[in-house]
């Protein structure tokens, strides 16, 4: 299974679930339900599909990156992991920058050597 990261913010303050309704609606997801599980903060976390792809959508706690409050993980099973960091950022430029979200994709995303790459901001 291979994963992109993703960390985002909208440009107004929301909750998560005004938040993933939102980044779901934008990216063509209609199926996504609310799930409860300890292992994220905040205790819930919410999920949808698209194609072959699994997104889910948290809060996130990382200390460095508290301007980009939520996380967005995208899996996929049918994908190497080159092509699917290239649908994702093809992805989020089209659909969700410019949309008043900022996103940022993490490589090693909590590990040594993290880096976060911020998408360039377009007007659409």
Request: glycine content about 8%.
């Amino acid at each position: 299974m291979e994963y992109v990261n993703l960390l985002s913010a909208s440009d107004v303050q929301e909750s998560l679930t005004a938040f993933a309704a939102k980044l779901f609606a934008l990216v063509g997801i209609h199926d996504a339900v609310e799930r409860e599980s300890g292992n994220y903060p905040g205790g819930r976390y919410f999920r949808g599909s698209l194609e072959d792809l699994v997104f889910t959508i948290s809060e996130s706690d990382e200390e460095g990156h508290k301007d980009l409050p939520y996380w967005v993980q995208v899996t996929c099973e049918a994908r190497s992991a080159d092509d699917l960091t290239r649908y994702v950022d093809q992805l989020m430029q089209e659909k969700i920058i410019g949309q008043r979200f900022r996103v940022a994709r993490m490589v090693n995303f909590g590990k040594r050597g993290e880096q976060r790459l911020d998408y360039p901001l377009v007007n659409h």
